[in-house]
């Protein structure tokens, strides 16, 4: 499965790379039908339907098809040939097939080249490659977007030192380091 | 490439899963999420012990280790687990209700489109 999904997004490099691991690690065995053992990813395939109402708490990655709405409190990614027609909301969304509807991450949305997407983006942070095919509108809310912006944001030039170059004179080490001269 | 990788395994809806509608599969399913609705399969679907499925099931092999009310009708099987629970009707060539089962409803078994003459069914309370 992981090598699978490796091997179809290995071009992208980058997005392989990261969510590989997570599903070589969550992919349940052939046999799993008879166990029940907590999942910490679920693969919807294919063939799979659904038409109406669909929500769930962990990972979702869907290579089939969606008629109604996606609400979701972890990451969804719709995989390359997964189809969504209607609103997709949830904390990240990756979208590498197709979806016509509205999307609402809490977190993050990105758009791969594979992609299309005819509907409105609202998300903190969004991200569209080169390469994809995106109808609508991107809107950002202000603070949330300023705070996610400063939480990730890591200073690259450090904060500026004191010269040191020359040793002070007597007094103004007296006055920097709070004494009076006379005293 | 992409079309046979997930067919391989089947499609799992895990246990924090919810979904009220119609859900159409070709692939072997099993559910241990929430279901409301109706189910149309044609494969082996299993409703697995945190399954919980509000729904008519149409289906070949089907067959529950969860909760489910609504008629189940399958085009092979069907087969009620130990930790089953099924409050609705079974329409089925071949039925297996497994000792410790729990099931109310009828069973209606059309033998003719058996495909093997060796299904036993069994019917316990």
Redesign the interface.
Known sequence: ?AR??M??FGPNGRAAGAEAPAAADAA?P?G??KQ?A??AL?????????????????DLVL??RVE?SITHSGSVTIA??GVVTGNVAARSITIRGTIDGDVEASDSVTVAPSAVLNGDIMAPRVSIVDGAEFNGSVKMPPRAAAETRKAAYKPVVPAPRPEVSAPLSEPQAAQLLGEHPER | MDSDKPKDDGSILGPTLRFKGELTAGEDLLIEGHVVGSIKHTRRLTIGPQGHVKAQIEGHIVSIAGTVEGDVQAQTSVAVMETGHLTGDVRAPSVSIVDGADFNGNVIMDTSKRSRSNGRDTEKR
């Open positions: 499965m699978n999904i091997s179809v349940p052939q799993a039908a029940s907590p999942l679920m693969t919807l395939g294919k063939t799979l339907v659904f038409k109406g109402e669909l929500s769930a708490d962990e290579f089939g109604g390359l040939g």
